[in-house]
Structure formats: structure tokens, C-alpha cells
């Protein structure tokens, strides 16, 4: 195929990528009350699934701190004119986006596919199957776990009784789709590392010199993300982030090479 006629090619790619996502948007856009009362803003409610959990783990041991639920409810208020309807509209976008990356990855694959060799070709449906996988269970980890935990706990913090918190919308689906989209993309490390692994820049040697440096800085970025100051929310959020350093270490390869960081 001549430079054009590989034009022709991605350009059909494009379009058919920017249908799938019109089509997506207009559909969740119909629905989008639904999800924000059952979804989006389920969070701000008590009977969270987060918060009934860490209740009952609590009340259950004296040597936890209390996570009592009673009275817990975080009000919402929009001060713009046209936020909600932007809102709504961009939300539609992001979250189509999201739902729709499987067949995004889907249309660029017809596109490369037929330049690689067949061994290339299975090596890399597979990265584009797991990095499918790691950012939904990454962006689930933040949407069940510290997005809940941030929200429970800012929205509770006051320097001074005399200052209320009233949070707007903005805010709130600021906070929301970054944390999500920020943990799909750290649960993206595994997969990072392994295609790094395999081209000779990470072995086995580097998570294994670097395993105490890596587990304090991941007790930084855990106690970053939830600064609540308690031990069981701190061991909660860093749990599932070491666990990716280890999934990592455990898929790049032993060997030595010249360009390995070791």
C-alpha cells in the first residue's frame, strides 16, 4: 500500500472511532439522570458500599477507630447557570469514551495488525487485551475505593466550625472523573512494565534493589490520596498500589541486558 492509501485506511479508522463515541455520548446522554443518581453521586450517600463495610469492620474490633454512617450525606449545589448542562454533556463524552475503549483499541488494531508478524500480532492483542482490563479494574478501584475515601474525608474536614463546606458540582465531577481516570491509568503499570521488560529496560534486579525505596514512596502517594491519618484507610488504599509493584516485578523477565536498569 502506497502512503495514501494508508491515509485512506486510518482516516476510515478515525471515522469510525468518532461515530463510535457520538453514538455512545447521544445514548448515555438519554440516561445520564439514571447514572448520576445510581452512580456518579452514590458516593455522597451513607449507605455507599465503601461506607457500610468499613462500619461494620469497625464496630466489630476495639482496637479500630469508629466509622459510624449515621447522618452522613454530602449536599451538592451548582453557582453557574449552565454547569449542570455542560456537565451533562461533557460527562456523557468521558464516560462513552471509557465504555467504548475496547472497540477503540479494537479499530486501531485492524489498522497495525497487518504490518506485523505473527508472533508480533499475538503479543500485542494480548497488551491490548490486558491494558482493557488493568485500567477497568484500576478505574473501579477508584470509583469503590479512593474516590469514597477522598470524599469522605474532605468533605468532612473544616479548619474552623465556623466555615461550612458547600461543594459545588464542579468540584465534586472534577474530583471524580481524575481519580478515576488517574487510577485506570496507574493500574497501566503493569503493563508499562512488562513492555519495558521486554525490549531490555527493566529486569527482575530493579524491583528487587528498589522494593524498600518503592514501599515508602507508595506510602507517600497512599497518604497523599487519603489524608485521613488512619492506619486502616492508609493499609486499605496501599494495598491494591503495592500490589502492582509486585504483579510488575513479577512479569518482566530475569535476564541481564545492557540496557536493563538494575
Not at 447557570?81 to 486501531?108: C, N
Not at 504490518?115 to 497488551?127: G, V
Not at 514501599?215 to 497512599?222: E, G, N, R
Not at 490520596?225 to 496501599?238: H, K, Q, R, S, W
Request: contains cysteine.
Amino acid at each position: 500500500m502506497s502512503f495514501w492509501h494508508h491515509a485512506d485506511a486510518l482516516r476510515g479508522v478515525m471515522i469510525r472511532i468518532a461515530i463510535t463515541i457520538s453514538v455512545a455520548s447521544v445514548i448515555l446522554f438519554s440516561i445520564m439522570g439514571d447514572i448520576f443518581d445510581r452512580v456518579i453521586l452514590a458516593p455522597c450517600h451513607a449507605g455507599f458500599p465503601l461506607y457500610r463495610l468499613f462500619s461494620h469492620i469497625t464496630t466489630s474490633s476495639d482496637l479500630l477507630p469508629n466509622f459510624s454512617n449515621e447522618g452522613f450525606e454530602v449536599q451538592l449545589i451548582n453557582i453557574n447557570l449552565a454547569s449542570q448542562f455542560f456537565i451533562h454533556i461533557s460527562t456523557s463524552f468521558w464516560l462513552a469514551l471509557v465504555l467504548t475503549t475496547p472497540a477503540i483499541f479494537y479499530f486501531i488494531w485492524t489498522f497495525i495488525s497487518p504490518a506485523l508478524y505473527p508472533q508480533e500480532q499475538r503479543s500485542t492483542k494480548m497488551a491490548f487485551f490486558m491494558g482493557n482490563v488493568m485500567f477497568y479494574i484500576g478505574a473501579l478501584v477508584g470509583y469503590f475505593l479512593v474516590f469514597p475515601v477522598t470524599l469522605r474525608f474532605l468533605s468532612e474536614y473544616q479548619v474552623s466550625q465556623y466555615i461550612p463546606n458547600q461543594i459545588s458540582i464542579e468540584s465534586y465531577m472534577d474530583s471524580f472523573l481524575g481519580i478515576t481516570f488517574v487510577m485506570g491509568l496507574v493500574f497501566e503499570m503493569p503493563l508499562l512494565c512488562w513492555l519495558l521488560g521486554q525490549i531490555g529496560i527493566l529486569n527482575k534486579n530493579f524491583f528487587k534493589k528498589y522494593r524498600r525505596h518503592a514501599i515508602v514512596m507508595l506510602l507517600v502517594l497512599a497518604a497523599f490520596i487519603t489524608p485521613t491519618g488512619d492506619p486502616f484507610t492508609l493499609a486499605i488504599v496501599f494495598t491494591p498500589i503495592y500490589m502492582l509493584w509486585e504483579i510488575s516485578a513479577f512479569l518482566v523477565p530475569k535476564q541481564e541486558n545492557k540496557l536493563a536498569i538494575d
